[in-house]
């Protein structure tokens, strides 16, 4: 079996975000956001299923004027994950989600700042048993807290989160999960990791405003990874230029990746490739996890460019197929089960894939019990002509050493 490591959890309260609970040790959670105008509730439910489909278990809509409230109000009954109004500077758009009847609000404490408003809003919340999420974000912080000689720095942004939460605690609500995103991965890392310290709210990760793919996929990964693997962090956003189901999809992934939360997705290893390779292993890589993970193959499958080396360095995939002299060799579990020509290789890896889901290794097994015997003749033809046309030094890299060698000497 692999190793997978596990990550410490950061004790946390529990809340629920409708039928979703959040900290308390459940499992970590992807958001998204709608990129609709919530008034046009249908554009925005088909969006939402799509998200859904993808991996979110929450999403956000804008709650920024009435008539995005209403289409809220039409929504919420219909969505197949809870919702999340996203209210920004109207304390009333807030009221007006609530009445939409919202499962969560997000507010932002840099622009709705009267405390008489703040306080307003918690009431209404906790008196409908509403969580909401403090989301200080480092582009629009408190003005107030601005140090005009270090500009956004992590002590402000968490002074923003615990300033708000004072006002929800003064009117004894407590249904809060907390964020302090930045653009900037170490100052999002840092100022997450000093909330971590004070409070036991659950908190939800991301690094706004990241960009498009595939940068802002590696900044959201690099600071929630992070965070992660100390154990920080109840549910995460990835916030990308991009359609969200990449969000939804990137969020989904790095928790299975992390081993957080249970596999859903194919995990598709496959060589790099080098001068060994017999089979353009880049493109039959793209179309094997294109096909696979429209299917939600929960495998681990490898694509592997020779035989000489492929089974051996993939023997801990379910599945894998390895090329080899126009013909793909198909292995489950490191044994070799089956020969396939190199055009059917991809369908090939998906019915095995399909019927190892379905029945299980052993099943696989037992049905290559007669080609057996003879797949491992045809791999072995195949690893000794690949041998024998570009020996030990397929790169040549052994070659060039010597010869720098000489040039030294
Ligand atoms: S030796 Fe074979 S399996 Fe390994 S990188 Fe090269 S082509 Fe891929």
Request: include cysteine.
């Amino acid at each position: 079996m692999d190793f997978q490591a596990r990550f410490p959890r950061r004790p946390t309260r529990q809340i629920m975000v409708g039928s979703v609970p959040v900290g308390g040790g459940a499992p970590v959670t992807v958001q998204s956001m709608t990129v609709t105008k919530t008034a046009d509730h249908e554009a925005t439910l088909a969006q939402i299923y799509a998200l859904a489909g993808a991996g979110a278990d929450i999403v956000r809509c804008t709650c920024n004027r009435p008539e995005a409230a209403e289409g809220l109000a039409r929504i919420v009954p219909r969505s197949p994950v809870p919702i999340v109004a996203d209210v920004h500077n109207s304390h009333r758009m807030a009221l007006a989600a609530l009445d939409a009847g919202v499962h969560c609000l997000r507010l932002n404490p840099g622009n709705i700042r009267n405390p008489a408003h703040i306080k307003l809003v918690a009431r209404e919340c906790r008196d409908r048993g509403v969580p909401v999420r403090i989301g200080v974000n480092g582009g629009s912080l408190d003005p107030d807290l601005y140090d005009p000689e270090r500009g956004v720095t992590p002590e402000a942004m968490v002074e923003s989160a615990l300033r708000e939460l004072s006002y929800f605690t003064e009117v004894g609500f407590d249904l809060v999960k907390i964020s302090v995103k930045a653009s900037n991965v170490p100052l999002m890392i840092d100022a997450y990791r000093r909330l971590a310290e004070v409070t036991d709210h659950p908190l939800h990760l991301g690094v706004t405003e990241a960009g498009p793919p595939p940068v802002g996929v590696v900044k959201s990964t690099a600071g929630i990874a992070a965070l992660l693997a100390e154990g920080i962090g109840d549910t995460i956003r990835y916030s990308l230029t991009a359609d969200p189901v990449e969000e939804a999809r990137a969020g989904r992934w790095l928790l299975e990746a992390m081993g957080l939360r249970e596999r859903r997705n194919v995990d598709l290893i496959a060589c790099p490739s080098c001068g060994r390779a017999e089979v353009d292993v880049f493109s039959i890589a793209s179309e094997a996890m294109e096909a696979l993970e429209s299917r939600q193959i929960p495998l681990q499958v490898a694509v592997m460019g020779c035989v000489v080396n492929g089974p051996g360095e993939a023997r801990h995939a379910d599945l894998g197929i390895a090329a080899g002299n126009r013909r793909g060799h198909l292995f489950v579990k490191g044994q070799n089960v089956a020969v396939v020509g190199e055009d059917e290789m991809v369908d090939t890896l998906v019915e095995w894939a399909e019927l190892i889901c379905e029945q299980g290794p052993d099943a696989a097994l037992e049905r290559a019990r007669g080609m057996r015997a003879e797949a491992v003749r045809a791999a072995e033809e195949d690893r000794r002509r690949n041998l024998a046309v570009l020996g030990s030094d397929a790169n040549g890299a052994e070659a060039a050493v010597a010869g720098i060698r000489r040039g030294r000497g």
